[in-house]
């Protein structure tokens, strides 16, 4: 089974910026949609970001709209999250994933809709 994998983690101060990345091992994403979630200690996952595939509309969740971009490449091989102006509430794992089925606006936030998962990278940001 080919895995999503991410990769662009890391520490970075409150304030600044941090691009994370997800590929499939060289392959195009196959599926309808492409998203990313994350998990902070103690916490559920949660939605952050989501890009169809099909029509390119992209959804955001209320504490990271207007800070973080999602995005693709033109081959639908790497998928990215732009992080600016960081703070510490985001701090977490951060997952890609990937959506085989017809996602709408109504359940793009829903971990149910994927069905592929990379292993996570981990953000921290400092004071």
């Known amino acids: 089974q080919v895995q999503l994998v991410e990769a662009g983690g890391g520490q970075v101060q409150a304030g600044k910026s941090l691009t994370l990345s997800c590929t499939k091992s060289?392959?195009?994403?196959?599926?309808?949609?492409m998203a990313w979630f994350r998990r902070a200690p103690g916490k559920d996952r949660e939605f952050v970001a989501a890009l169809s595939m099909m029509g390119g509309s992209s959804y955001y969740s209320d504490s990271v709209n207007g800070r973080f971009t999602i995005s693709r490449d033109n081959a639908k091989t790497t998928l990215f999250l732009q992080m600016n102006r960081l703070k510490q509430e985001d701090a977490a794992v951060y997952y890609c994933a990937e959506s085989h089925l017809a996602v709408n606006s109504m359940n793009v936030r829903s971990t149910e809709e994927y069905d592929s998962w990379g292993q996570g990278t981990s953000v921290t940001v400092s004071s």
């Open positions: 060289g392959r195009a994403f196959s599926g309808f949609a």
